[in-house]
């Protein structure tokens, strides 16, 4: 999702009628690395330099999303919007009239958001703050993390290259960090209950990650949305989106809270009444989308009751009387013939598709190094490339490598190959590491979820069932070749190099097809779903 800039401006431009008025001049801070500047305000335009982590700049004006800075070499460019945030030299817009109370800031438990705290314990990291999810890793006492933002004990950081949170205080248990205890206790906790809805009254309501108007922005919400209440913390609640974000939004643009409006009113009845699941360790999901927290998880040929449909998701209820959200594309129906899926394959979905596969490193880019064989990962990323190019082209599709040897790429020549072609699909091929060797598993990322969040889920689980490895979830992830690209991408972690038993799988040439396989039927039953 986009993150949109500025969110005070446009607050106070809907309550008050006008533009706030500004002490100084506005700038911007880079919050990525290597951020592009560009001639025009598009992805498309040509880049004419980056921008290191950190540095300011002068804003001149704004277009839609992207902002025109000046360098201090006095020369003009754009950047994307999403990719800095706005400095304290900007004055904030005061708080309309009439609104009761002040804003408070809810004080983060382990530090304040963008600086740098020291762990005093080995800590589990998790893709969302819920420890009843499966850590994706583990930091280690006495590193240094720096804080994204925090709230409710949990703070978020930078953790290979994506957003993750950690619980700073909170001890890691001992044993694998990826495969959690579910001999007792199989299920989730349920959601935080509900102190009722709430609606947006105003157009493009900003979603913070903090009850203040300095915090991250997360989203940014319609007239008319509706949202969950979860918690409130002065003038803010605490509520979460139609799509599952969790954030906070200021209370003088929602209406009061109602606890009579369904927190995600179903589009339609549908008319089947059970589902069937079609694959192993399927997850059921608090909220209609990849990024809500897990409820737990079913087997292939589990029934579940349909309750109602939200866009690609069913709404259902489990066995135990549990409400929960599967989607669409990993479950049939039973109106549905048996031998049919909800995603029908007809063998034509890649016919006239142009795909670019990109395997990762290069050259003199050896990427990662296995730990107990010494693999290197720019070998084996080619080589599942080539053989996922043998499996999408026999299919009908037009295939662009962005190598097809031991070359090396800049970040940039890999995008550029997606634009030039005006390819359909951008897939990017990895293998991943950890400090903690017994990490393992697959992880699919996706930058843009609106565009490719749907992808990475698919892919994902046609990956993990080809290989039989570990399942970590599809996620987003902030890697360059995603950010910057503005076709459908993803981005394959296949496997871990620093686990023993996963290094030796994923040299193997009958694990290299597998994985192949899956990366190819996630893609055509991906374009199968969007016919």
């Not at 927190?263 to 360790?281: E, M, N, R, W, Y």
């Not at 050259?363 to 084996?380: M, N, P, Q, V």
Request: aromatic share 6%; hydrophobic share 35%.
């Amino acid at each position: 999702m986009l993150k949109r800039l500025l969110a005070f401006v446009v607050a106070g431009t809907l309550i008050c009628g006008g533009l706030p008025s500004y002490a100084s001049a506005r700038t911007i801070q880079t919050t990525v690395d290597k951020l592009n500047v560009r001639t025009g305000p598009s992805l498309t335009s040509s880049v004419t330099t980056t921008l290191p982590l950190g540095t300011s700049y002068t804003v001149e004006k704004q277009q839609g999303d992207w902002l025109q800075i000046r360098l201090p070499s006095n020369q003009i460019g754009w950047v994307a919007g999403w990719l800095v945030k706005e400095t304290a030299s900007t004055t904030a817009p005061a708080k309309p009239a009439g609104s009761a109370g002040t804003v408070t800031q809810k004080p983060p438990v382990s530090g304040q958001a963008g600086t740098a705290i020291q762990l005093h314990v080995t800590v589990n990291v998790y893709a969302a703050p819920n420890a009843s999810q499966a850590p994706i890793g583990q930091i280690s006492e006495g590193d240094q993390v720096t804080v994204q933002s925090s709230s409710n004990g949990w703070s978020q950081i930078m953790y290979d290259g994506m957003a993750a949170w950690i619980q700073p205080g909170v001890a890691a248990q001992s044993g694998n960090p990826t495969t959690p205890d579910t001999s007792t206790n199989p299920t989730a906790p349920n959601p935080p209950a509900s102190l009722g809805t709430i609606k947006v009254n105003a157009p493009a309501v900003n979603l913070r990650s903090m009850p203040t108007t300095d915090s991250d922005l997360l989203t940014t919400m319609s007239l008319g949305t509706v949202l969950t209440v979860l918690g409130a913390d002065g003038d803010w609640y605490q509520v979460q989106t139609p799509d599952g974000k969790t954030g906070w939004v200021a209370n003088w643009l929602v209406t009061k809270p109602e606890r009579t409006v369904p927190s995600t009113p179903p589009t339609h009845s549908p008319t089947a009444k059970t589902v069937t699941v079609l694959g192993s360790d399927t997850n059921i999901r608090t909220g209609p989308g990849t990024n809500t927290a897990i409820l737990t998880r079913v087997q292939t040929g589990d029934k579940l009751t349909l309750v109602a449909s939200s866009g690609d998701w069913y709404q259902i209820k489990l066995a135990n009387g549990q409400i929960g959200y599967i989607a669409s594309w990993l479950v049939t129906t039973d109106d549905q013939p048996d031998n049919s899926t909800p995603i029908v394959v007809k063998g034509d979905e890649l016919h006239g598709k142009i795909i670019v596969v990109d395997p990762g490193h290069g050259g003199t880019d050896s990427g990662a190094t296995g730990t107990s064989y010494s693999t290197l990962e720019k070998t084996i990323n080619l080589q599942v490339a080539l053989k996922l190019r043998n499996k999408l082209e026999a299919s009908g599709a037009t295939v662009i490598m962005t190598r097809s040897d031991d070359r090396a790429l800049t970040l940039q020549q890999r995008v550029d190959v997606a634009i030039t072609n005006k390819a359909n699909l951008f897939v990017s091929i990895h293998h991943n590491t950890h400090p903690n060797t017994q990490t393992n598993g697959s992880i699919v990322f996706y930058y843009n979820q609106t565009t490719s969040g749907k992808l990475a889920s698919i892919v994902q689980n046609e990956l993990v069932l080809a290989t039989n490895y570990a399942n970590l979830q599809s996620r987003f992830g902030d890697y360059y070749v995603l950010r910057e690209n503005p076709v459908i991408s993803i981005l394959a972690e296949v496997g871990f190099l620093t686990n023993p038993q996963e290094e030796l799988a994923v040299r193997s040439d009958s694990q290299q097809d597998a994985a192949a396989q899956g990366l190819y039927t996630g893609i055509v039953k991906y374009f199968a779903s969007i016919r």
